[in-house]
């Protein structure tokens, strides 16, 4: 089975460093992935988190794109029920408008923040209610190509300035059967988070709720259905797992502050993370999570890669790598595009 390998990356930060050097390392790794011959390059959006400094993917997907010259980048994704549908569509038809063919605009429903933090990204007004997602969705598509209905009461208000007929790719993200469903309906490709670690057991069957619900649309003939898998890959599986403990313990972090204990601020280097001994609770919190990840060295990440693909029965395979240090994370994904033979530069 050929894949096509794309990228998500949630710009992790070091602890110690500024967000500032986790963003250019988001740079420096989009130019690697499309050396390497990876086919997209998605950002996500996370608030108020001493790990990720993507906070604004519309942003940082301009830097990408100015800083690469083939490889698409988009969102993966922008949390729109934050947002207006127009000002989202305004924002990605610049980017289209700039770099035309390469734009990709992933959606999520997620808050990507904190309770909190989510009331802070509406304020002084209120959060928008969840259940108006799906009119969100679709007045965003008809921004998009200019197809709002004639009788919808902005119908006379365009995005601008890419033209309808050169727009980004939307995708709709998700994690459950609930975004599946609506991508069906509304006639949208479909980016199932197999990454979060528990969601593997069911996303197989939320894949297949997709298909079969599936309605055709101009923007999406056929269902697509894109997976992304959290992996490590390293020359031995002990050495991936080792660079994955950074990873690990700061997954643990949400435990361990549940119990009282230190907040812990962005990734601490393999050889701290590889020795701390952790409460039963949160070991038990982290193998939860870490469940499906992936970390090997390559034979074993191209097995498990294209076992994951067999399971949803695609050919569209993203991954996140998270490890302390930039090189090891370039390397990951080196060795990955090598044993899948992706054509670099």
């Keep these: 089975m050929q894949l096509t390998l794309s990228v998500t990356d949630q710009s992790p930060m070091r602890r110690g460093e500024s967000p500032a050097s986790a963003l250019r390392d988001t740079v420096l790794l989009a130019q690697a992935a499309e050396r390497l011959g990876y086919e997209r390059y998605w950002v996500a959006e996370h608030h108020n988190t001493g790990t990720y400094a993507g906070t604004s993917p519309e942003i940082l997907a301009g830097q990408l794109l100015a800083n690469t010259s083939r490889i698409r980048v988009g969102s993966g994704g922008v949390m729109l029920s934050h947002y207006s549908a127009?000002?989202?569509?305004?924002?990605?038809s610049v980017l289209e408008a700039l770099y035309p063919g390469r734009v990709d605009l992933g959606i999520g429903r997620a808050p990507g923040s904190d309770h909190t933090t989510m009331f802070a990204l509406a304020y002084p007004k209120r959060p928008a209610d969840i259940e108006t997602f799906p009119q969100q969705v679709v007045d965003l598509i008809g921004y998009l190509h200019d197809g709002l209905q004639p009788d919808h009461p902005f119908a006379a208000v365009k995005a601008r300035p890419a033209p309808p007929e050169s727009a980004p790719e939307v995708w709709l993200l998700g994690s459950s059967d609930y975004s599946a469903n609506l991508a069906a309906y509304v006639g949208l490709p479909f980016a199932f988070a197999d990454f979060f670690g528990h969601t593997g057991k069911h996303g197989p069957a939320v894949a297949e709720i997709y298909r079969r619900n599936f309605r055709s649309s101009p923007l999406c003939p056929e269902p697509r259905v894109n997976v992304t898998a959290q992996v490590v890959c390293a020359p031995t599986e002990e050495e991936a797992h080792f660079l994955a403990s950074s990873r690990n313990l700061n997954r643990a972090r949400r435990a361990i502050q549940a119990q009282g204990g230190e907040q812990m601020?962005?990734?601490?280097?393999?050889?701290?993370?590889?020795?701390v001994d952790l409460s039963a609770a949160a070991e038990a919190y982290v193998a939860q999570f870490t469940e499906g990840y992936i970390d090997g060295d390559p034979a074993q990440v191209k097995e498990a890669l294209l076992a994951m693909a067999e399971r949803y029965e695609t050919t569209d395979v993203g991954v996140v790598t998270i490890t302390y240090r930039l090189e090891d994370r370039i390397r990951s994904y080196e060795?990955?595009?090598?044993?899948?033979?992706?054509s670099a530069e």
């Design 86 to 92: 127009l000002k989202v569509a305004e924002q990605f």
């Design 265 to 275: 601020q962005g990734l601490a280097p393999p050889e701290e993370a590889s020795q």
């Design 335 to 342: 060795l990955v595009a090598r044993e899948f033979g992706l």
